[in-house]
């Protein structure tokens, strides 16, 4: 620790002296972080295969759940709409939805594989 006050240190700071690589060089992140064309090719792709994973599951869901009505208007047994919503329609619900968290999680994955530098 300096004695006299007016023997302290003076940090004094420039620009980097380090450049950055080639002209050919991107990284993707940036181009995303930048709001760049091509940064918003990447989310859009993105985001388009999430809506077709969502899409698929909608479509299926619809021809699950869509000729229910049908089936209970044919059967006026009540222990049969039961039995057709517990086990005929509850474990393909599961299964659907299992499907599409890990369909989502492989196309976010994916996209981080896509975006990041390795």
Do not use: K
């Amino acid at each position: 620790m300096p004695q006299d006050p007016m023997e302290r240190r003076v940090v004094v700071t420039g620009p980097p002296r380090r450049t950055r690589r080639a002209s050919g060089y991107y990284r993707p992140r940036t181009e995303i972080d930048e709001q760049t064309t091509l940064g918003h090719t990447y989310v859009r792709s993105l985001m388009r295969t999430q809506l077709r994973a969502g899409l698929t599951v909608f479509a299926v869901l619809v021809l699950l759940v869509g000729p229910l009505p049908l089936v209970f208007a044919a059967a006026p047994d009540a222990g049969l709409e039961w039995a057709v919503l517990g086990f005929g329609l509850y474990p393909p619900l599961v299964l659907l939805a299992r499907w599409y968290v890990r369909r989502a999680e492989r196309n976010e994955r994916d996209f981080v594989r896509l975006v990041e530098d390795r």
